[in-house]
Antibody
Framework: QVQLQESGPGLVKPSQTLSLTCTVSRGSISSGDYYWSWIRQPPGKGLEWIGYIYYSGGTYYKSSLKSRVTISIDTSKNQFSLKVSSVTAADTAVYYC??????????????WGQGTMVTVSS | DIQMTQSPSSVSASVGDRVTITCRAS??????LAWYQQKPGKAPKLLIY???SLQSGVPSRFSGSGSGTDFTLTISRLQPEDFAIYYCQQANSFPRTFGQGTKVEIK
């Protein structure tokens, strides 16, 4: 069973850049069957999709975050990463990486990381 | 962006009850809808994809229906482990969007 694991700092200062990495284990990130995605959830609130990267490097970001977000992929390490620049308190959230199935009629986030809490505070 | 609206926001129910949650999309999404269950401190878990297909390993008391703009998640006989927050999500287009969630609470 494929597993995803987020890693990165739990505390980021305002105006700085949030950086997280998702490591994919027991499966290949180079499969063309999935979009590798980031999703976040502010404390006590709902889920917000941030964006995805495809194995080839193609990306798509939520428009309201596009100017501050970069998602990259390292197929040699079976990892993909998220950077959010110029963070504010509004970026405080649990950040999840997730696998979005892109095959047949099965589009859905079928595998999730456990999530990592990132707090923006000085 | 496609807006997803769930109702109710919360529901109180007893073990053994039948619970129905509704999700409405702001535009037609065919059958490209998924449902997730989230328990406190845990990542969401996929229950239903393509509006009515049960994800492997998910109990058969969970079922989904609908197409176009209106969808339903039904829990036929609520079990103690089903008390959680449920989210719908459209998979028709990017950006992916989620409903605001429905909390199923113990009555």
């Amino acid at each position: 069973q494929v597993q995803l694991q987020e890693s990165g700092p739990g505390l980021v200062k305002p105006s700085q850049t949030l950086s997280l990495t998702c490591t994919v284990s027991r499966g290949s990130i180079s499969s063309g069957d999935y979009y590798w995605s980031w999703i976040r959830q502010p404390p006590g609130k709902g889920l917000e999709w941030i964006g995805y990267i495809y194995y080839s490097g193609g990306t798509y970001y939520k428009s309201s975050l596009k100017s501050r977000v970069t998602i990259s992929i390292d197929t040699s390490k079976n990892q993909f990463s998220l950077k959010v620049s110029s963070v504010t308190a509004a970026d405080t959230a649990v950040y999840y990486c997730a696998r979005d199935r892109a095959v047949g009629a099965t589009y859905a986030f079928d595998i999730w990381g456990q999530g990592t809490m990132v707090t923006v505070s000085s | 962006d496609i807006q997803m609206t769930q109702s109710p926001s919360s529901v109180s129910a007893s073990v053994g009850d039948r619970v129905t949650i509704t999700c409405r999309a702001s535009q037609g999404i065919s059958s490209w809808l998924a449902w997730y269950q989230q328990k406190p401190g845990k990542a969401p878990k996929l229950l239903i994809y393509a509006a009515s297909s049960l994800q492997s390993g998910v109990p058969s008391r969970f079922s989904g229906s609908g197409s176009g703009t209106d969808f339903t998640l039904t829990i036929s006989r609520l079990q103690p482990e089903d008390f959680a927050i449920y989210y719908c999500q459209q998979a028709n287009s990017f950006p992916r969007t989620f409903g605001q969630g429905t909390k199923v609470e113990i009555k």
